[in-house]
RNA sequence: GCUGGCGUGGUGGAAUGGUAGACACAACAGACUUAAAAUCUGUUGGCUUUCGAGCCGUGCGGGUUCAAGUCCCGCCGCCAGUACCA
């Protein structure tokens, strides 16, 4: 690359500036009862979601979000806030596993690195981070309390009657046994299918298995035992509670699609004396099954299944448990299923319909099992037609409906005692029906699955349990952190057997007794991370009950962390897990706020230059390092912030920043001047003046929008205010030093080493400027006089069309406005001939004559 | 298919129902310079023009309104998420 001269020395500022932030801590702030705190402020918790500690480093997309809390938290702190902005590292995760894999090195090593790379670009951009409180998910002094709260969910059970989490002592109490106690824990052992990679050597999330079969590993279905968390006891709390919280719509609908409430009832049909119970949301249409469909699996099955069936049934089984789920619902164009041979009864009308077994039918939602009303599911109505079943109608179309599957609302018809009842009515009377006769209940369902909470791995918190005579016992918290042994190498074992099974020596225990040698996913340790910041270095708690109280609460809103800024990927992951287990620290009483998050905002995804997803294979990934040494960290800021609105998808440009840049270079030379040895000196220009009328108006208005564009989040509009701003400015023969400062303070949070570096200069030079930092000044205010104008621009419009403007002095009444309207000329003229019907005239603004 | 979101100059994007295109990028022209870079100034939605200006224009079609990029109805296109959840 060829050498380019400096615009401005910030390649000589920043570093000075992030040395003095660093060393005066500046941006560090006290814990109430801590030596500096000052408790008449009010507290505002500004966070960022934090990175994984990839090799790769920081990308841009990084400080898009980290720049924008950067500046509200600048802002706040210039408005008198307590800020708490934290930052740290979510640091377990398989690709420094699979580093250990290949180099046999231990994975801390690697993280470290990564760790190490991370936090040196991020001080590079500047941010005022309170790195005091730094936290890592790997560190045993976290990791310990990790472990505790899963201890926390191991000893507490879900009590239905009220709704929340309590001590799992008060079950002892009562004297249930042991495995009643184990079956209710909100941490328990169950053996389920799962997503097994071999060569990975660990089971994957459900979500997980496309990005790495994508590189490709193979992942295959196989029951294990694993550990569960019992989130779906939370399912009906975590819709509720989202209302009043202050997310994005989008997110918000997301979460509830996912949880996946749906009210219906439960139906018992009898097959040869046997009950066998359906899920349906339509019991209204029960007139209308025609034939019943089980899972392939469902236990049944084979009870029911007739001896000339029996081939054909074995054979559709095994081609269902050969696919995965995906490969299920990506097969799914067509309709399958084998008939048993077996009938069941219908309970409302005795009729015999037959039943099958189909794979759109899945074992784990509702019972397994369902009625088919062909004439009222699309689902049911493919297959019926496919396979010639009869349809018949139980809901009357509302008049000109034609749809030959109808799902919506209508009367019910064919349907008995139900007939000519609204489909909302008739599904009441329904349930009534069932519920008296015992034949069936009104049931809720969750699409929302409990959560596969162990993994294989050997980079993640072990979990504090061990194994005796078959049970699991949890470790005394005095035995807290836990940590994974040294291994020899970090092969998988490729069995499902876990990793830590490798350490023999640390696994037995002797009497039989043997460590649990699952680990816990990443997802733990971002669970919580946002609590710890709170009291980060604190060995006897996760949080003290001072700092939870001060940092989580006071405000009276339902979530705790005043502002989150991320991505839209953790939608439904991090952002449901974090919920969940904020609620049940919440229900045992170690947090104050039912919710951890009070708003949330997402950041847009960076593209590359071509538009295009930036990535390694396409050659069009931006490195923050490579901005930051040609245009320095402020114009990386300045530029991640005046690409657009903050929330929206955007393509990165070069020729942007170069931009950015030229505008802060304009800014730089307000104040300073190359001399001819081509030395930076200050300008002369420069001078302690009374800004006048018009440069006060443009000065003012700039501190208001500012002001409110950062308070809106609207970043881009908030930098070109100031573009404007000091294009005026330059203008000037005479450059008043207070309208310099002024856009000083209002530029600082987004540009801080370029204004401190100025402010300094100018300190130096002028009495009237204060010396001390911009980072601790005051916001500066804005005064409305200077804003009001004695003569404003009105537009004239005749039917709706500008025809002319014209400057009326401020304070002219409407009915001067319009008399002023009616002797333009150009008016006049538009109007020659017309008759006037109507004048509008919009104060301020415009004035419309309606004329024909 | 369903659910969200979005369609504005050559480009990124501005516009409490009230002057569409702020601010910036790119392009073109000029000043400075031996030259280049940098910097500064000007022009830049389209069409027509007698150079005064006029007409058209925010994906398409309709509607409400004195006034619509903005609100309503119906389409089309793009992006994201999700996928047989009974």
Redesign the pocket.
Known sequence: MAE?RK?FPFDEFEPKWQGHWEKNKTFSVPNPGEAGFDASKPKYYVLDMFPYPSGAGLHVGHPEGYTATDIITRYKRMNGFNVLHPMGWDAFGLPAEQHAIKTGEHPRINTENNTNNFRRQLKSLGFAYDWEREINTTDPAYVKWTQWIFLQLYHSYFCEEENKAKPISELEAKGLSREEIDNRRLAYVAETPVNWSPDLGTVLAN?EVEEWRAKGHTVERRPLKQWMLRITAYAQRLIDELEGLDWP??IK??QT?WI?R?D?AEVDFTIDGEKVTV????PDTLFGATYMVL?PEHPLVEAITTDEQKAAVAEYQKTCAGKS?LE??E??KE?SGVFTGGFAINPVNNEKIPVWIA????MS??T?A?MAVPAH?E?DNEFAEKFGIDIIEAVKAPEGNEEKCFTGNGTAVNSGFLDGLPTPEAKEKIAAWLEEKGLGKKTI?Y?LRDWLFSRQRYWGEPFPIVWRDGNHEALPESELPLLAPELEDYKPTGTPEPLLSKATEWVDLGDGVKRETNTMPQWGGSCWYYLRYCDAQNPDAPISDEAEEYWMAKNGNPGGVDLYVGG?EHAVLHLLYARFWHKVLFDLGHVSTPEPFQKLVNQGLIMGEDGQKMSKSRGNVVNPDDVVALYGADSLRLYEM????LE????W?M??V???F??L??VWRLVMDSNQEGEWELSSKLAEIDPGKSTNKVVHATIKKVGDDIDAM?F??A??QM??CT?EL??LEQLPVSSLVTLLQVLNPFAPHLTEELNAKLAAAFDSVSGDDLAGQTWPEFDEDCLVEDEI?I?L?V?????D?IMIPNEASKEEVEALAMESE?VKSFIDGLTVR?V?V?PG??V?I?AN
């Open positions: 380019r615009q979500e719509n989008g609908l997301l699609n996946g749906s219906g899920f349906t949301t339509r899972a789920d299920r619902t097969l799914a309709k794979d759109y039918v899945m939602y509702g397994g369902i599911d689902r369902n699409k839209t005046f690409m657009g609105p929206q998808v955007k393509p440009s020729k942007g170069e931009g950015v030229r505008f270079a304009r609207s881009n509009t930098i070109s573009m404007v294009n330059t203008k621009e537009v419009q039917n709706g069309k500008v025809r403007k150009k109507k509008i919009v603004r415009l419309n309606v």
